[in-house]
């Protein structure tokens, strides 16, 4: 998330001069041009980032338990086989 303010003065100059370009450093949870001239701090949600970084979408979250989960899917068919 970036103020408003920020956010306003970066859409003026997107439309002052065109092919503007902007970098976003995630890990430094900053947004400006790319000549560093202008920056701008924002806020993310820490799991989110966290997310973002590592690529992770909602399957990727769930594969990370995956040893976890076979193990519960084993010891559920050993314990209730009928299901």
């Not at 103020?3 to 002052?16: Q, T």
């Not at 799991?47 to 970084?53: M, V």
Request: net charge negative; with cysteine; charged share 30%.
């Amino acid at each position: 998330m970036l103020s408003d303010a920020s956010i306003d003065r970066l859409f003026a100059d997107v439309a002052a001069f065109p092919g503007y370009k902007l970098t976003i450093d995630l890990p430094q949870q900053r947004v400006g041009t790319s000549d560093g001239g202008l920056s701008f701090a924002f806020d993310i949600d820490p799991f989110r980032k966290e997310c973002l970084l590592n690529g992770w979408d909602d399957i990727g979250l769930t594969l990370k338990h995956a040893d976890e989960i076979r193990a519960f899917e084993a010891r559920h068919l050993r314990e209730q086989p009928w299901l």
